[in-house]
């Protein structure tokens, strides 16, 4: 009679063990909270660079409107009067408390924020100041 050899307990496994899979579980969610700060972080600095993007081209387009008129737009017509050096409808902030295309006027010298704070820029028809209205982001 010939006897069959002894199996070994690896060769009779055919699955992961509860241990082998709660360090897998572990692992993952070692790298997730490694990697999702930098994911939100990385959706943050987009707006940031928006913002400042559309203020600068908003800049400049007060500036040409100054160049070729001599004086710095009124506050309360400025999203018509910058229109034809814009491409495209007046920019709205991607940050702060109000991200809407509204401007709001001020006279103060530095600009600070405007309150009622319900619209997206601050603005002085008397230098030209254009800024966010928003008491965070207030010194771009």
Do not use: C
């Not at 199996?7 to 360090?23: M, N, P």
């Not at 009124?74 to 109000?98: E, S």
């Not at 006279?107 to 924020?113: D, E, G, K, L, V």
């Amino acid at each position: 009679m010939q006897t069959q050899p002894l199996k070994t307990e690896r060769s009779q496994r055919t699955a992961f063990t509860l241990v082998e899979l709660v360090i897998v579980v572990l692992v993952l969610g070692i790298i997730a909270a490694i990697a999702a700060p930098r994911m939100f972080d990385t959706a943050n600095d987009a707006r940031i660079s928006a913002t400042r993007a559309s203020l600068a081209v908003v800049r400049e387009s007060i500036e040409l409107h100054r160049v070729q008129t001599g004086s710095y737009p009124a506050a309360g017509t400025i999203t018509t009067q910058l229109q034809p050096f814009l491409q495209g409808p007046f920019p709205a902030p991607q940050i702060g408390t109000n991200q809407n295309a509204t401007v709001a006027a001020s006279t103060q010298n530095p600009i600070t924020t405007v309150e009622p704070g319900t619209d997206g820029w601050a603005y002085n028809a008397t230098t030209g100041e254009l800024r966010v209205n928003d008491a965070t982001y207030i010194g771009w």
